[in-house]
């Protein structure tokens, strides 16, 4: 009898704490606690800490992610500008949950069903703003504003006449590019591009050369007419002094010079041992000889 006893008691503990367990939850400060009773939202939590509820089926409890959320996109299909160019973007929201209640009515149950849902708006939005503009202004400083313009349209289709219960912090773009189709072409007319410049920059480069060494080469034929003209002056100053230096020379003993130049005369003609002259023994020419062979000298000048 008392063994059971004590097996009806201990079931009873047993069947108590079951029932205490399933009445009992705890909401994590990164969650919203939602109470549902029979399939109709009937309390949400907010705040962290321990909550009652009734067990089920009574009442059942779900969670939502309350944290800052990024979305990222997983489609590469390519989007028109302006100019009818095919450009594929990358980009990335970042967006919270602020009211359980109309997400789960409007949206889903989950965060994985906002985060579609809102993948589809936010490329909406994309499209029709880049539809607007051209690839320079899609890369340049103006991206901002088709930024502005998207975050304002996603916002206006979560904020409708079926708020979503949800709050778009941000969107942007973390690449633009051409399709592979248009890329290849860009790149071959950049390449072509880049070639002509160098081409020119080459053809400017042999050029200036050109010129430059034109240049030098008239310099260096202008400094070696200038050193000609000078060394062919001082030569003719140097020829003039020592004709000068000869003449008043000379002028002290004519019979000397004629001597002398007679000297300059056979050391001109026998320049080498093989030349060989035939002259009249009469002729004038050896009359220096003559003397000197005759044992008289010119008598010095006094």
């Known amino acids: 009898m008392n063994q059971n006893k004590i097996g009806f008691y201990v079931s009873s503990a047993l069947a108590l704490l079951a029932l205490l367990s399933s009445t009992l939850f705890v909401v994590d400060q990164r969650q919203f606690g939602v109470v549902y009773s029979f399939g109709q939202i009937?309390?949400?939590?907010?705040?962290?800490g321990l909550n009652i509820k009734f067990p089920p089926p009574f009442q059942n409890v779900s969670y939502i992610d309350k944290r800052l959320l990024t979305l990222d996109n997983a489609d590469t299909e390519p989007m028109l500008?302006?100019?009818k160019q095919r450009v594929v973007i990358d980009w990335y929201a970042r967006w919270r949950i602020t009211d359980p209640s109309q997400y789960i009515r409007n949206v889903g149950l989950d965060e994985n069903a906002g985060a579609m849902q809102l993948s589809r708006v936010v490329r909406?939005?994309?499209q029709e703003e880049i539809n607007k503009r051209t690839v320079k202004e899609l890369l340049s400083l103006k991206r901002d504003a088709l930024l502005d313009d998207v975050k304002r349209e996603v916002l206006q289709a979560v904020k409708g006449a079926k708020p979503w219960g949800v709050d778009v912090i941000d969107v942007r773009i973390t690449r633009a590019d051409y399709v592979d189709a248009i890329t290849e072409s860009v790149y071959r007319r950049m390449?072509?591009?880049?070639k002509r410049?160098?081409?020119e920059l080459r053809s400017t480069g042999a050029a200036e050369g050109e010129k430059i060494r034109a240049d030098a080469d008239r310099q260096r034929e202008v400094t070696i007419a200038n050193a000609y003209r000078e060394a062919q002056m001082i030569k003719g100053e140097?020829?003039?002094e020592a004709a000068r230096i000869y003449a008043d020379s000379f002028g002290r003993d004519a019979q000397f010079a004629k001597f002398y130049r007679s000297l300059e005369a056979y050391k001109s003609t026998f320049n080498k041992k093989s030349d060989l002259m035939v002259l009249d023994p009469s002729s004038d020419f050896f009359n220096a000889m003559r003397s000197s062979g005759g044992g008289s000298s010119p008598a010095p000048k006094k």
């Open 42 to 48: 009937k309390n949400v939590i907010t705040e962290p």
């Open 81 to 83: 500008t302006a100019e």
């Open 124 to 126: 909406n939005a994309f």
């Open 191 to 194: 390449e072509a591009e880049r």
């Open 197 to 199: 410049v160098a081409n």
């Open 238 to 240: 140097g020829d003039a």
